[in-house]
């Protein structure tokens, strides 16, 4: 008989096969999506309006806009199938080259601020559920309110208008380090992780202070709908049988809440927390531009705005193969949870 992570395992492998299509989908999608933009990209890498017609001609050759759609999207198919997303006209790189170098940074601001938020909205969510209709019930929800309200952009201009330009608490927001300390030999691309492996905590202090705005920035957002399903949840244990059995035989309150309830109000919270984590992946293109972050969103962002089709494909298509990722992580997640969702 199949374990109980056995068959968690195998609904993934599942999960991953019946994913295809959809990723088949949001490839074709975005290729017939950029090539209906207003904008000749080839007037734009070339000299500019004014530039010749041969050079505009050999540009529009370059980037095989000199086919008609069909061909263009046989060949696209084609090079993504042998692992080749394009090459950037902005950087004159690979596409998968400047990804793969742009990725950690992004990924590391999107963990930082999903740990924040985690670490922010569980204990509000039980505590707003261990005292319904409270003072303190009310304060959690205003200010869930507030943090939904208020765009990211907003709140990371607020954040370094108050810590770097008043309080002179934080760096200054260029980027993910300062211009005066050596960057660490490159290992993973996360630069906290990289600093801790060659032991240079000093470095490690400075990534961790460039972090620390534009996570919060991102966190504030989505600490209302992770507080919000706690909360929910939370309510929904605590009114339960096996609560009420569990408090009957005379458990102590504590074990009662953190044990049985939260254990169970908890599967909500990591089907939310993967859905959160996906979108702002996606969507921290603003606190990018704010902070100067060199993520991969600010970098689809430039490339949208120039019309290069290549690396908007390419992050398109990263950010739906990494939604599947999340989802599989949620699903095994799941399953080691709450054993029961594993058997079939």
Same mark, same amino acid.
């Given at each position: 008989?199949?374990?109980?992570?056995?068959?968690?395992?195998?609904?993934?492998?599942?999960?991953?096969?019946? &994913?295809?299509?959809?990723?088949?989908? /949001?490839?074709?999608?975005?290729?017939?999506?950029?090539?209906?933009?207003?904008?000749?990209?080839?007037?734009?890498?070339?000299?500019?309006?004014?530039? $010749?017609?041969?050079?505009?001609?050999?540009?529009?050759?370059?980037?095989?806009?000199?086919?008609?759609?069909?061909?263009?999207?046989?060949?696209?198919?084609?090079?993504?199938?042998?692992? +080749?997303?394009?090459?950037?006209?902005?950087? $004159?790189?690979?596409?998968?080259?400047?990804?793969?170098? *742009? %990725?950690?940074? &992004?990924?590391?601001?999107?963990?930082?601020?999903?740990?924040?938020?985690?670490?922010?909205?569980?204990?509000?969510?039980?505590?707003?559920? %261990? *005292?319904?209709?409270? /003072?303190? !019930?009310?304060?959690?929800?205003?200010? =869930?309110? %507030?943090?939904? =309200?208020?765009?990211?952009?907003?709140?990371?201009?607020?954040?370094?208008? @108050?810590?770097?330009?008043?309080?002179?608490?934080?760096?200054?927001?260029? #980027?993910?380090?300062?211009?005066?300390?050596?960057?660490?030999?490159?290992?993973? $691309?996360?630069?906290?992780?990289?600093? %801790?492996?060659?032991? !240079?905590?000093?470095?490690?202090?400075?990534?961790?202070?460039?972090?620390?705005?534009?996570?919060?920035?991102?966190?504030?957002? @989505?600490?209302?709908?992770?507080?919000?399903?706690?909360?929910?949840?939370?309510?929904?244990?605590?009114?339960?049988?096996?609560?009420?059995?569990?408090?009957?035989?005379?458990?102590?309150?504590?074990?009662?809440?953190?044990?049985?309830?939260?254990? +169970?109000?908890?599967?909500?919270?990591?089907?939310?927390?993967?859905? /959160?984590?996906?979108?702002?992946? #996606?969507? +921290?293109?603003?606190?990018?531009?704010?902070?100067?972050?060199? #993520?991969?969103?600010?970098?689809?962002?430039?490339?949208?705005?120039? &019309? !290069?089709?290549?690396? @908007?494909? #390419?992050?398109?298509?990263?950010?739906?193969?990494?939604? /599947?990722?999340? +989802?599989?992580? @949620?699903?095994? =997640?799941?399953?080691?949870?709450?054993?029961?969702?594993?058997?079939?």
């Amino acid at each position: 008989m199949m374990t109980g992570f056995g068959t968690t395992m195998v609904r993934a492998g599942r999960r991953l096969l019946s &994913s295809l299509p959809a990723l088949f989908g /949001v490839l074709v999608f975005t290729f017939l999506l950029m090539r209906v933009l207003p904008g000749d990209p080839a007037v734009f890498f070339a000299s500019g309006p004014n530039a $010749g017609k041969e050079e505009i001609e050999q540009i529009r050759k370059q980037m095989g806009l000199d086919k008609s759609v069909p061909e263009q999207l046989v060949f696209y198919l084609s090079d993504i199938g042998h692992g +080749n997303l394009g090459r950037s006209m902005m950087t $004159g790189q690979p596409v998968l080259k400047d990804l793969r170098e *742009r %990725l950690p940074a &992004s990924l590391e601001l999107t963990f930082t601020a999903l740990l924040i938020a985690l670490i922010a909205a569980v204990p509000l969510g039980v505590i707003a559920a %261990l *005292r319904p209709g409270s /003072v303190v !019930d009310h304060g959690v929800r205003l200010f =869930c309110a %507030l943090g939904v =309200c208020v765009p990211t952009f907003v709140s990371g201009l607020l954040l370094i208008y @108050v810590f770097y330009y008043l309080l002179g608490l934080a760096p200054d927001p260029t #980027g993910r380090i300062d211009v005066f300390t050596s960057l660490p030999p490159q290992r993973t $691309g996360f630069l906290m992780v990289d600093f %801790l492996l060659v032991g !240079d905590f000093e470095g490690w202090w400075t990534a961790a202070r460039q972090l620390i705005l534009p996570a919060v920035s991102m966190a504030l957002f @989505v600490i209302a709908p992770l507080a919000r399903i706690t909360r929910a949840s939370m309510l929904v244990s605590l009114g339960s049988d096996f609560v009420r059995t569990a408090r009957s035989v005379g458990l102590s309150w504590r074990k009662v809440v953190v044990t049985y309830a939260l254990r +169970n109000a908890i599967l909500p919270v990591i089907t939310i927390a993967g859905i /959160v984590f996906s979108t702002m992946l #996606g969507a +921290n293109v603003l606190v990018e531009k704010v902070f100067s972050w060199p #993520g991969v969103a600010s970098y689809a962002l430039d490339a949208l705005l120039s &019309s !290069d089709y290549a690396p @908007v494909q #390419g992050f398109v298509l990263l950010m739906a193969s990494l939604f /599947v990722l999340v +989802n599989l992580v @949620v699903d095994i =997640c799941y399953g080691i949870a709450d054993p029961r969702v594993s058997i079939e």
